[in-house]
């Protein structure tokens, strides 16, 4: 079975700091998918990023970048320039096999003006 | 493009009740997967249709059941509810059911049971 693990369960920062999310995932599947979903105060679920398994080349998407370590196990999500609207629960996400997502237990991050 | 919209939003029932929530996918979009989100248990996955056709279910008791309709819309039913059903019931849809593909979420309802 898969599991994640989100071990930061509240992050404050301060507008304008960058901020990094860990996230460690548990495997036997060799093809998976990583996923960071948001959740605002409304509650909907806003994707954000995607990695597969077999490609570990870190990215930077506008304030988002993301560092994919398979030799750990670890999937970490960086924003950079942090702002208030940033606020919001933040889910790592496992997608494999099972075709089943599998949640961490999420990351509340709270920026402060 | 409409995004994944549920019915009702807010919903308050007693235990022993039944309760029918609606979840209607992006247009175009063929599979529709059920969560329940609780303080305590976070965000589980609760089952998956396609083409009408549950593709895989969760560690659920059998009170919780799905289906699909023809259109793609779905509905959960949860049956002799129980005061731990209270939860956010998030409905998410997606192309196809491909690990790789991107799910879209739905506000959610608000089960309350009392």
């Known amino acids: 079975a898969q599991k994640v693990t989100q071990a930061q369960t509240e992050i404050s920062v301060v507008e304008k700091e960058d901020v990094t999310l860990d996230c460690v995932y548990e495997?036997?599947?060799?093809?998976?998918?990583l996923f960071w979903y948001k959740q605002p105060p409304s509650g909907e679920l806003v994707f954000l990023i995607r990695r597969n398994s077999f490609d570990e080349q870190n990215e930077i998407s506008g304030r988002y970048s993301w560092n994919f370590q398979k030799s750990t196990s670890s999937f970490n999500f960086t924003i950079t320039a942090s702002q208030v609207v940033d606020s919001a629960v933040y889910f790592c996400?496992?997608?494999?096999?099972?075709?089943?997502?599998?949640f961490g237990s999420g990351t509340q991050l709270t920026v402060l003006p | 493009k409409a995004g994944v919209t549920q019915t009702p939003r807010y919903l308050i029932k007693t235990r022993g009740q039944q309760v029918t929530l609606s979840c209607s996918p992006i247009?175009?979009?063929?599979?529709v997967s059920w969560y329940q989100q609780t303080p305590g248990q976070g965000l589980q996955f609760l089952f998956e249709?396609?083409?009408?056709?549950?593709?895989n279910k969760g560690n659920f008791p059998g009170r919780f059941s799905g289906r699909q309709f023809s259109n793609s819309r779905s509905e959960m039913n949860v049956s002799t509810l129980e005061l731990g059903d209270s939860a956010l019931y998030l409905c998410?849809?997606?192309?196809?059911?491909?690990?790789?593909?991107?799910?879209?979420f739905g506000p959610g309802t608000r089960l309350t049971v009392l």
């Open positions: 249709y396609f083409s009408e056709t549950q593709r």
């Open positions: 998410a849809s997606s192309l196809e059911t491909d690990p790789s593909d991107e799910q879209f």
């Open positions: 247009s175009g979009h063929r599979s």
């Open positions: 996400v496992f997608s494999g096999s099972a075709r089943q997502l599998t």
């Open positions: 495997t036997r599947d060799t093809t998976y998918y």
